[in-house]
């Protein structure tokens, strides 16, 4: 419900919970609004974290983002490139 509002419909949007079924929801409760471009991270948060995803905690937001902090497949694109 705070999303509507608050959110352009038509940005892509990149949903990460602590489960699959917990981001399956919170993705279908987006698109049911009207959100046109949502996308679930699969492995939810372990995989972001995983893959370095900012978790807006304090560190995080005491720091400015970089320029690929929030693109998903920039940072898929450096840990696959990275993996021993």
Same mark, same amino acid.
């Given at each position: 419900?705070?999303? /509507?509002?608050? +959110?352009? %419909?038509?940005?892509?949007?990149?949903?990460?919970?602590? #489960?699959?079924?917990?981001?399956?929801?919170?993705? $279908? $409760? =987006?698109?049911? #609004?009207?959100?046109?471009? /949502?996308?679930? =991270? %699969?492995?939810? =948060?372990?995989?972001? %974290?995983?893959?370095?995803?900012?978790?807006?905690?304090?560190?995080?937001? %005491?720091?400015?983002?970089?320029? &690929?902090?929030?693109? /998903? /497949? &920039?940072? =898929?694109? #450096?840990? $696959?490139? #990275? +993996?021993?």
């Amino acid at each position: 419900k705070r999303a /509507v509002p608050s +959110l352009d %419909k038509s940005r892509d949007i990149y949903v990460y919970g602590a #489960n699959e079924e917990e981001s399956a929801q919170a993705a $279908q $409760q =987006l698109r049911s #609004n009207g959100f046109e471009h /949502v996308s679930q =991270l %699969k492995g939810g =948060l372990a995989a972001w %974290k995983a893959i370095g995803g900012p978790t807006e905690g304090i560190i995080e937001s %005491k720091t400015p983002p970089g320029p &690929d902090d929030y693109n /998903v /497949v &920039d940072r =898929l694109k #450096n840990h $696959q490139e #990275n +993996l021993p």
